[in-house]
């Protein structure tokens, strides 16, 4: 995601490995993408933190820097000044289910299940 006023913008896709020539906007607190992200060698130079996706949004919208995000934030986010860029040959994002063990609800066991299944897949 970019500014539109970003040169990004024009460009019709980002490579992982590319990332870091651009300033990049993270959210400390619950982003998924951070430096640790990429092997010294490759982490992006400059590093903008964020607390919370609000104010992510607002700075990268501002061009201060790009932001990573899945898919789905394409579908979810409407704000005028950001544009989305495909990102090419990023790793994927590990993702943890926490849940009580006790917990004997039908809708807790079958999207457990379910996500079990996808995994292993």
Sequence with gaps: MCSEHCDLARIGHLDWSDVQHWPLVVNTVS????????PVEQRPAQIIETSNYDEWLETVAAN??????PEVAQRRTQHPALRFVPLTDAPPSPVSLVYLPDAQRTLIRRFLDTARRTKTE
């Design 31 to 38: 982003g998924t993408t951070g430096p640790w992200s990429w």
């Design 64 to 69: 201060r820097g790009i932001g990573i995000v």
